[in-house]
């Protein structure tokens, strides 16, 4: 067994005297009680206690020896007498030794129960520390996995978020192209319709100079009569073909303008949807480093409340 240090032994004597006096010097403590306060194993609190006790059970204070007064008197008168007295002098004192060794012996019983009190108490919290210890291992691994399987998820929205940022910039420039698109058409048709305001003022034109030769020729012969008006009806015949060109080509037009605006309302669909997608991954990703964070926290108590 180990030699028991005096700063120990010190400690441990110190606590228990601070005990026996709060107690009113009415019992001595107990050895779990002296060690807990003193902070030292049970090995060197029960080895010290016994010396303590034993301290306090031998600080009687030394008689001065003396013969007594009866036994003056028998020896003067007689031997006997004085044999007699010494006898009952050792009898005495053999009582007296006999009622230490049994006070002795009831404190190493109170001792012995201590201590046996003390190793249970002990005992039982090792085995709770050892029970908390499982505990706190276990739901360290589970937050582990928790965090693990959050920082996954956490990854995977954001490959989602960029997913979705990349369709919405990609829907964006269609988007893009589709208005340059409609504006090129824009361009075209009012060119067309310019043109044919230039065509349909020509033929006005001709028209008017036609009809100015018709008047100028009605006093013409028959056949110079018919020569203008099949000049008029050719130039009205035209004069209809290009209006007929004019109304499909309007036609024409009008309807891809049609397809494009409905393009453009589906592109921005499309994006509006795509936007709604990434705020809805931005939010939960949010949530995920939010949850991550907390299990963070949790394995930090955790891990400081296991080092304690």
Do not use: C
């Not at 902070?39 to 009687?60: C, G, I, L």
């Not at 989602?160 to 919405?168: C, M």
């Not at 067309?192 to 349909?200: G, P, T």
Request: charged content about 35%.
């Amino acid at each position: 067994m180990a030699q028991m240090s005096k700063e120990v032994r010190d400690r441990v004597f110190a606590a228990a005297d601070d005990l026996y006096e709060q107690g009113g010097r009415e019992g001595f403590p107990t050895v779990d009680v002296v060690r807990k306060a003193a902070r030292v194993n049970m090995n060197d609190a029960s080895a010290a206690m016994k010396e303590w006790r034993r301290a306090q059970t031998s600080q009687a204070s030394p008689l001065a020896v003396q013969v007594p007064e009866s036994v003056m008197q028998a020896a003067q008168s007689f031997v006997g007498s004085l044999w007699a007295q010494a006898q009952e002098l050792a009898n005495e004192s053999l009582r007296a030794a006999q009622a230490g060794w049994e006070s002795e012996r009831e404190e190493l019983d109170v001792m012995r129960q201590e201590l046996a009190d003390a190793y249970e108490s002990q005992a039982v919290e090792l085995e709770q520390t050892a029970t908390r210890l499982t505990a706190l291992e276990k739901s360290e691994a589970t937050a582990k996995a928790d965090v693990a399987d959050l920082r996954g998820k956490v990854a995977e929205v954001g490959e989602r978020a960029a997913t979705s940022e990349a369709r919405a910039s990609e829907l964006r420039a269609e988007l893009n192209r589709a208005h340059a698109d409609v504006e090129k058409l824009r361009v075209e048709r009012d060119k067309a319709l310019e043109a044919v305001k230039e065509s349909r003022a020509e033929h006005r034109a001709e028209m008017k100079e036609l009809r100015s030769e018709i008047d100028a020729v009605r006093a013409t012969s028959a056949k110079e009569r018919d020569r203008l008006s099949g000049a008029l009806s050719k130039a009205e015949a035209q004069l209809q073909s290009e209006r007929d060109q004019f109304a499909e080509q309007r036609k024409q037009t009008a309807q891809e303008v049609a397809r494009q605006a409905e393009r453009y309302t589906r592109l921005q669909a499309d994006l509006d949807a795509a936007r709604k997608d990434a705020r809805a991954f931005s939010e939960e990703a949010a949530q995920l480093r939010g949850r991550v964070e907390a299990l963070d926290q949790v394995l930090k108590i955790q891990s400081h409340t296991k080092k304690s």
